[in-house]
């Protein structure tokens, strides 16, 4: 199977790249469309909304016109919108297109971080950072489902915004030269990182989109 | 124009910049510390030492220049050993273009040994470059002019701080009156962007109606334009009096609003439309980051600027804009990719196959592109 996979930014498109061949062994990331050949991955990153509903666009063309091309995958944060709204937005897109072909749409509810927060292990018991103590005690990601993370509006920081703080904080406070950026992801590129994040969903039924993920790709 | 260029820094700064054939458009694209700037700087520095005799460069440069006639190749190794600067080789040779007849040797210069067209002359300045020193003759007026009309804009602080700055242009239009040069004398003068509008209305009418028709293309809200003489606000800095100050009349808005209080995007579509089209036949432009802090509006008038001009002049642009990555045919692409203080550079035409496949945009597919990201996914 060769898969077109259009996701939304470059730390996403990395993120893809370590933690498919992890749910699909087979498949191996090649760099343009001319490299496809036998199960390979090709990622483009879209630039971010609404920028990436032209690059879906464009997607839907190339793995119709392109024979090799089996499925094509769009993954895609949800942000202030709820699952069910962003999911049916992408739908729209694609249904409009007229085309028939095999795709998937991975809704991040609410953005990559939220699954990055489901991995317990990079949680301390003990935080010394004050920020990261106020954070536990406003919505503890330890037991609670970081889906249903809010905002934090005391730092002006919407909830995808908020994701991303803390995770960055968590990961800071826990391994002191670990940096976290949205650009570059490298604390998630590792597959024990990848099979937390799974252990989460399976045995506390948190963050159930990552189920969209592990689904994608087989 | 130049039409191959490589560079190899000397001494503390050995950046090494693949040889690259160069087109009359050329969008200069790749990642933020790419070296782009650091290219486009090469090529203005060099130009400048050789029409200035100075300062000297140390460096190692091979390029190939087309003159109306002719196809120069200029090889220079310039170093500078404790202190004292030396020209350790240069070559300067010639053919009729387009033709395959064999280079005529016009220098050829070591050290101790100086051979101007099989002569061999007496020590010359060791540490000026050979086309500097002979300059007049010539067989090498050419590749010395091409030199000479190199110009860089680029859009940092200072350099628009002068070229918005008020100045008396009364010198400036009595040397025009007696000069035979015509458009060429401005151009040497170099006058800050209201002087020139000034000189363009008085001597050049043609040239200023073309930059004020084009200008309010740019930007409709624009009524008309006008240069007048006022009272120089800022006594402290420049001459106190008169000067000459370009204005534009909007819609909606009474008074006329001087160059110095519009946006800085219009004051640099301005700039850029200005320079465009009083730069002499040959000349060789470059851009650096043109779109920064521009609005759409005043970046997707360039590409068919530079086309409509890019039969006599030579465009070095760099950008990281989208729009102007979509719109230039790919062939103009020169994608640079940095390792330590190697730069590769791919032309477009090799883009061209490799992204002819996909319906995604050309900037997408770039930036997607693990020579240009520098992110290797395997």
Not at chain 2, 15 to 32: C, H, M, P, Q, R
Not at chain 2, 371 to 376: I, T
Request: glycine fraction near 6%; proline fraction near 4%; charged fraction near 25%.
């Amino acid at each position: 199977m060769n898969v077109y996979l259009i996701v939304e930014g470059h730390g996403e498109k990395k993120v893809y790249a370590h933690w498919v061949p992890l749910v699909n062994p087979s498949l191996t990331v090649v760099n343009s469309l001319d490299e496809v050949q036998h199960n390979n991955l090709i990622i483009y990153s879209g630039g971010g909304y609404p920028h990436y509903i032209e690059v879906i666009e464009a997607g839907v063309e190339d793995v119709v016109t392109n024979e090799q091309l089996d499925r094509l995958v769009i993954a895609i944060d949800s942000e202030e919108m709820s699952y069910k709204d962003k999911r049916r937005e992408i739908e729209q897109v694609v249904k409009a297109l007229g085309k028939n072909l095999d795709y998937k749409i991975i809704v991040q509810h609410f953005c990559l971080e939220t699954w990055a927060l489901g991995n317990k292990t990079i949680v301390s018991r003990n935080p010394k950072d004050i920020h990261l103590r106020k954070y536990r005690g406003y919505f503890d990601v330890l037991t609670k489902d970081p889906e249903f993370l809010p905002g934090y509006p005391a730092d002006n920081l919407n909830r995808s915004q908020f994701a991303a703080h803390y995770l960055r904080k968590l990961l800071n406070e826990k391994y002191k030269n670990l940096t976290y950026t949205k650009r570059n992801p490298h604390a998630l590129l590792h597959n024990k990182y990848f099979e937390r994040v799974k252990i989460r969903l399976q045995t506390t039924g948190h963050i159930t989109s990552f189920n969209d993920f592990l689904a994608a790709f087989v | 124009m130049i039409s191959s260029y490589y560079y190899h820094g000397r001494q503390f700064e050995d950046w090494d910049f693949e040889e690259t054939e160069l087109n009359k458009v050329n969008l200069i694209v790749g990642a933020s510390g790419s070296g782009k700037t650091r290219y486009l700087n090469t090529i203005f520095n060099v130009s400048s030492s050789i029409v200035h005799g100075q300062p000297f460069r140390p460096g190692y440069w091979r390029l190939t220049v087309k003159t109306e006639e002719y196809e120069y190749q200029w090889e220079y190794d310039g170093v500078k050993n404790d202190g004292e600067n030396q020209i350790k080789k240069e070559f300067v040779k010639r053919r009729h273009l387009d033709s395959q007849e064999a280079f005529e040797d016009l220098i050829d210069r070591s050290p101790d040994n100086f051979v101007f067209c099989g002569t061999k002359l007496p020590k010359l300045q060791h540490d000026r470059p050979g086309i500097t020193l002979l300059k007049e003759e010539e067989k090498i007026v050419p590749l010395y002019e091409t030199f000479s009309k190199v110009q860089i804009r680029k859009f940092h602080d200072e350099g628009l701080k002068d070229a918005l700055s008020l100045q008396d242009a009364s010198n400036e239009l009595i040397n025009l009156s007696k000069s035979k040069d015509g458009i060429l004398a401005l151009w040497k003068q170099q006058p800050a962007l209201s002087a020139k509008m000034f000189l363009l209305k008085e001597k050049f009418p043609q040239y200023y109606k073309l930059a004020v028709d084009t200008f309010e293309r740019v930007f409709p809200s624009i009524k008309g334009c006008d240069v007048q003489m006022l009272k120089n606000p800022d006594i402290s800095i420049q001459t106190p009096g008169m000067v000459p100050v370009f204005l534009i009349k909007e819609e909606k808005i009474d008074r006329k609003i001087p160059l110095h209080e519009l946006s800085s995007g219009m004051q640099k579509v301005l700039l850029i439309i200005t320079d465009i089209i009083t730069l002499p036949k040959g000349s060789i432009y470059i851009i650096d980051e043109y779109e920064n802090s521009l609005g759409i509006n005043a970046i997707d008038f360039l590409p068919e600027f530079l086309v409509a001009h890019g039969t006599d002049i030579q465009f070095l642009v760099t950008t990281h804009h989208p729009y102007l990555i979509n719109s230039m045919p790919m062939k103009t692409w020169r994608v640079f990719h940095r390792n330590g203080s190697k730069v590769s550079i791919k032309g477009g035409a090799e883009f061209e196959e490799k992204y002819g496949k996909s319906k995604q945009k050309a900037f997408v597919q770039l930036i997607n592109d693990p020579f240009y990201s520098g992110d290797e996914l395997q």
